[in-house]
């Protein structure tokens, strides 16, 4: 039977037995009539109370945010957000070293993280009130909310270049000294979300073993909340926390069916606004006509078919910023900087671990060690007079007096994919065989960095839209996913590229030196790319 008819029948059924109810009620004599009275009130306020997602005002705290105004966010909330693991999120950048570049983006994953709480509970409410029958009930709504307040909580120094450089840097460097290594494989900063969120649950019981049953949550619930911030990437259903009539739910914080969720919602308005960046995409809009329906025999969250040019939009706009700012050129090698600084002061990269040396790495073990390590790592090195500690502070005193590698150039790559390693080699017999065009310059491949750098839409080389369902006005329980004669034709063809990027290493030395050599550099460079190398 389909979903819309089943629907229709069970409220049929409901509502015959309503009348049935009050047939009965009002053929009964009192006082057995004042005690029917008494069970059906009493019943339907815990219908109420399970399924009404209406706070008390007094219960709710009030946040003022540049982005989203006056955010209600619950008690229960509250008290996680007072807790040493999630205020080291006041401490942590949301864009790393891009503030450097851009002045204004010194906000951090702190805000973030209330927003993306304040959204979560915006869609799971528009979803409740428009469609009853989902049964959307207020612990559903809490833990949505909780999972989207501590998805964050697993980032480490500089954001997103810890779990990108860093870890798996020492991961290789223990492997060349034959150093223990107990760090995983494939290190996520969810994963370190998760075991943070374990070590709030842990404090907050200790300190009331009833925290969470006072607002209705059980263990059951805390194990969903886990699941939504890893987020559901199994095809076959094989979650705890919740059935699979609520896979919905596992797609509004971290949706890994196609990238649609509130976590970018927010960061797109947030890092827009502070990097002065113009945004097209309007979230706000698109919370009006999201809707679950059943697609593939499992519940998905769709959209309104005349929106696939706003849902165009927001994937547009993650590219943009990734173009513009979270790859940006100098931005982009000041993260490589820090993040070597980190590297240079991990004392477990090294034998006996020096005590004047940082925990960094290591760090990644527990709870406790981790809620220590934040952007004001940076400060500790730079203000410490260690000799282990040389290295790593005259990086990051590069970095402040902008002593930074030059920009030699950038190509998008045209061919076959390559590998960082087989750019370089190219680029170094590029080098070698080049010819400076003045004679007092000679140019050493040792002293350039080659990068490779991934552009996409959210899905790698595909068309992301392709992985959203939408519906018509007309069907509004039916969705599927979008025609390409329903798309605009000015999309483009490819959804992703590839760039590498030089850089001159060399900061010290006379200036008039430095820049011949960055000159014969871009020539050596442009000269390189018209070769058969697959550049542009």
């Not at 009006?288 to 547009?316: L, Q």
Request: proline share 3%.
């Amino acid at each position: 039977m389909p979903q819309s008819e089943q629907t229709r029948k069970t409220l049929s059924d409901y509502r015959k037995s309503l009348q049935d109810l009050k047939k009965f009620y009002e053929a009964s004599e009192e006082p057995e009539k004042q005690q029917l009275w008494e069970i059906i009130k009493d019943e339907l306020q815990d219908v109420l109370k399970k399924y009404s997602l209406n706070f008390s005002k007094e219960q709710m705290k009030i946040f003022n945010d540049p982005i989203h105004g006056h955010m209600e966010l619950h008690p229960l909330l509250v008290k996680i957000i007072d807790t040493p693991q999630f205020q080291r999120l006041r401490h942590i950048k949301q864009l790393g070293g891009i503030y450097l570049v851009y002045p204004g983006a010194s906000h951090n994953r702190f805000e973030h993280s209330l927003g993306v709480a304040y959204l979560a509970g915006c869609l799971v409410k528009i979803l409740h009130d428009n469609q009853p029958e989902l049964n959307i009930t207020k612990q559903d709504f809490l833990c949505v909310q909780i999972a989207g307040l501590c998805h964050d909580l697993g980032h480490g120094p500089i954001s997103h270049s810890f779990e990108r450089w860093v870890i798996p840097e020492a991961k290789k460097i223990k492997k060349s000294k034959r150093l223990p290594d107990d760090i995983p494989e494939n290190w996520e900063h969810e994963q370190m979300s998760v075991q943070m969120f374990d070590d709030i649950v842990k404090r907050l019981k200790a300190e009331n073993e009833d925290v969470f049953e006072e607002h209705g949550l059980g263990d059951k619930d805390v194990t969903f909340i886990k699941e939504l911030i890893k987020g559901a990437k199994k095809l076959e259903w094989r979650y705890e926390g919740r059935d699979e009539d609520k896979s919905f739910l596992y797609e509004i914080v971290a949706n890994k069916q196609n990238g649609i969720d509130v976590d970018k919602w927010d960061y797109f308005a947030r890092d827009c606004h502070h990097l002065g960046i113009r945004n097209s995409f309007d979230h706000q809009r698109l919370l009006k006509f999201a809707r679950v329906c059943e697609v593939n025999r499992r519940k998905h969250i769709c959209f309104r078919d005349k929106e696939a040019d706003n849902v165009y939009d927001m994937f547009r706009t993650r590219y943009t910023l990734h173009r513009q700012a979270y790859q940006h050129k100098m931005g982009y090698i000041i993260d490589t900087m820090f993040a070597e600084a980190l590297i240079l002061a991990d004392r477990d990269l090294h034998e006996g671990k020096p005590e004047d040396m940082l925990k960094i790495s290591e760090s990644i073990k527990t709870a406790e060690d981790y809620s220590k390590l934040t952007d004001e790592i940076f400060e500790q090195i730079s203000s410490s007079t260690s000799d282990n500690l040389k290295e790593a502070r005259d990086i990051l005193n590069k970095i402040i007096r902008r002593k930074l590698p030059k920009f030699v150039g950038e190509a998008r790559l045209t061919e076959n994919s390559m590998s960082k390693e087989q750019l370089t080699d190219s680029w170094k017999a590029a080098v070698h065989k080049y010819e400076p065009s003045d004679p007092t310059v000679s140019l050493s491949a040792d002293d350039f960095s080659v990068y490779l750098v991934d552009l996409d839409h959210g899905m790698k080389d595909k068309n992301p839209i392709k992985k959203v369902f939408f519906y018509s006005k007309r069907k509004p329980n039916e969705a599927s996913a979008i025609k390409d004669y329903q798309l605009s034709s000015f999309l483009p063809l490819r959804f992703n590229e590839e760039l590498v990027r030089v850089y001159y290493k060399t900061t010290d030395g006379n200036k008039d030196e430095l820049k011949k050599k960055v000159e014969e550099a871009e020539k050596c460079f442009q000269d390189w790319c018209k070769s058969k190398f697959g550049c542009l």
